[in-house]
């Protein structure tokens, strides 16, 4: 049996996304910035993926941008909106997506920004009351939180993360890459300056993402050359990405409900099986709520054993494809920074289990004997 769970990295592309996808691929090739008749057909299509996109955020279709992927549309965010505005400081934490982490980093390195980390507790939960006292410093921060942690499922409050930049004249920019096809995310209600998606993440193309940038909040262009996007990134448009963008958000969430209740379902299975199972198996930060946690994300820690370092091989051995922590990083075994940011055990074997809606309960079951059979005489530590 062949399992993928390994979703949080990427998904299988939807039939019905392809098949929205394919026409643009073929039948309707023109540039979207020529004039004559190709192009305007393929620009309207464009548009009419930013309605519909717009649409399900709620929110105008100006304020939607098309991008290369999430990486690119934090990038922009943050080091477009620092310098636009002139910001010397920014907030983040320890725990956020290297796309978030590396970039700030490296504007700290140029001198440009001084970096504070905001502190969380043993299970990663952002500590808000850390937050709103780095806040009250005078000098105006860029805050960069994530909705949804890639690696440990830890949901923070964006809602109120917002309310409290609100409050202090910060700019707030939070990566849901994870998050934005998972749950509804009303972009009116969450005082929010820009958010990051990327449409692999719930079964559409590679290669395409979105940044939202609210109305009134101007910022200057990563990528200058042909004044696409209306002069905010230059490039020829990833067209069938872009349509497949708008569709792959669309099916996430005519089938929410259905699709939230049927993963949940799985990861709670995943929970007990191995509980009983594997004595001594524990939980990353907050994955293990299903109430309070990314439902599509496991993130598990098993017992010390002198073959840990073999572990995500001989899953894949055994056909299972999983991942030890964020998989952007691709290929290289450097763990995870967010295990070591809690101080997790490195002597225990961590692997990260991320779900779809294409799971099933007898790969479930298969994963849980199979990491039982690696663990045939583990004891509760």
Same mark, same amino acid.
């Given at each position: 049996?062949?399992?993928?769970?390994?979703?949080?990295?990427?998904?299988?592309?939807?039939?019905?996304?392809?098949?929205?996808?394919?026409?643009?691929?073929?039948?309707?090739?023109?540039?979207?910035? *020529?004039?004559?008749?190709?192009?305007?057909?393929?620009?309207?299509?464009?548009?009419? !993926? /930013?309605?519909?996109?717009?649409?399900?955020?709620?929110?105008?279709?100006?304020?939607?941008?098309?991008?290369?992927?999430?990486?690119? !549309?934090?990038?922009?965010?943050?080091?477009?909106?620092?310098?636009?505005?002139?910001?010397? /400081?920014?907030?983040?934490? /320890?725990?956020?997506?290297?796309?978030?982490?590396?970039?700030?980093?490296?504007?700290?390195?140029?001198?440009?920004?001084?970096?504070?980390?905001?502190?969380?507790?043993?299970?990663? &939960?952002?500590?808000?009351?850390?937050?709103?006292?780095?806040?009250?410093?005078?000098?105006? !921060?860029?805050?960069?939180?994530? #909705?949804?942690? &890639?690696?440990?499922? &830890?949901?923070?409050?964006?809602?109120?993360?917002?309310?409290?930049?609100?409050? #202090?004249?910060?700019?707030?920019?939070?990566?849901?890459?994870?998050?934005? !096809?998972?749950?509804?995310?009303?972009?009116?209600?969450?005082?929010?300056?820009?958010?990051?998606?990327?449409?692999?993440?719930?079964?559409?193309?590679?290669?395409?993402?979105?940044?939202?940038l609210a109305k009134g909040h101007k910022v200057c262009p990563l990528l200058h050359g042909g004044g696409q996007e209306r002069n905010m990134r230059g490039g020829t448009e990833n067209l069938y990405g872009i349509v497949g963008f708008a569709k792959a958000l669309e099916l996430s969430h005519t089938h929410m409900d259905e699709h939230s209740l049927h993963i949940k379902s799985l990861k709670q299975r995943m929970i007990e099986g191995l509980q009983e199972q594997i004595p001594g198996v524990q939980f990353n930060g907050m994955s293990a709520d299903l109430?309070?946690?990314?439902?599509?994300?496991?993130?598990?820690?098993?017992?010390?054993?002198?073959?840990?370092?073999?572990?995500?091989?001989?899953?894949?051995?055994?056909?299972?494809?999983?991942?030890?922590? *964020?998989?952007?990083?691709?290929?290289?075994?450097?763990?995870?920074?967010?295990? /070591?940011?809690?101080?997790?055990?490195?002597?225990?074997?961590?692997?990260?289990?991320?779900? *779809?809606?294409? &799971?099933?309960?007898?790969?479930?079951?298969?994963?849980?004997?199979?990491?039982?059979?690696?663990?045939?005489?583990?004891?509760?530590?």
């Amino acid at each position: 049996m062949q399992v993928y769970l390994d979703n949080a990295a990427t998904t299988a592309l939807d039939p019905a996304v392809l098949e929205a996808m394919l026409p643009y691929m073929t039948d309707h090739y023109g540039n979207p910035s *020529s004039t004559h008749a190709h192009g305007r057909q393929t620009r309207s299509a464009i548009e009419q !993926a /930013r309605k519909k996109v717009a649409e399900l955020l709620n929110v105008t279709p100006s304020e939607i941008f098309f991008t290369s992927g999430g990486t690119e !549309a934090d990038n922009t965010a943050i080091c477009c909106s620092i310098d636009s505005h002139n910001l010397r /400081r920014a907030i983040t934490s /320890r725990l956020e997506h290297h796309a978030v982490l590396h970039t700030l980093q490296e504007l700290e390195k140029q001198q440009k920004i001084q970096l504070d980390f905001v502190e969380f507790d043993e299970r990663g &939960n952002i500590d808000l009351n850390h937050l709103e006292k780095l806040l009250r410093q005078p000098e105006r !921060a860029l805050v960069s939180l994530m #909705h949804g942690n &890639n690696e440990i499922g &830890n949901l923070t409050d964006i809602q109120r993360v917002g309310e409290l930049c609100a409050e #202090h004249d910060a700019i707030f920019h939070s990566d849901t890459v994870q998050t934005l !096809a998972h749950y509804p995310i009303d972009l009116k209600e969450i005082p929010v300056h820009c958010i990051a998606g990327a449409a692999h993440k719930f079964h559409g193309p590679k290669g395409v993402g979105l940044l939202y940038l609210a109305k009134g909040h101007k910022v200057c262009p990563l990528l200058h050359g042909g004044g696409q996007e209306r002069n905010m990134r230059g490039g020829t448009e990833n067209l069938y990405g872009i349509v497949g963008f708008a569709k792959a958000l669309e099916l996430s969430h005519t089938h929410m409900d259905e699709h939230s209740l049927h993963i949940k379902s799985l990861k709670q299975r995943m929970i007990e099986g191995l509980q009983e199972q594997i004595p001594g198996v524990q939980f990353n930060g907050m994955s293990a709520d299903l109430d309070d946690s990314l439902y599509t994300v496991l993130n598990i820690s098993l017992p010390p054993s002198e073959d840990n370092d073999m572990l995500l091989f001989n899953l894949d051995l055994n056909q299972i494809s999983t991942s030890g922590g *964020s998989a952007c990083s691709s290929g290289a075994q450097q763990g995870s920074h967010v295990l /070591r940011a809690l101080q997790c055990d490195p002597q225990r074997g961590a692997v990260r289990l991320s779900f *779809s809606r294409h &799971n099933t309960t007898e790969e479930v079951e298969y994963v849980v004997k199979t990491l039982k059979s690696l663990y045939p005489v583990a004891v509760a530590q």
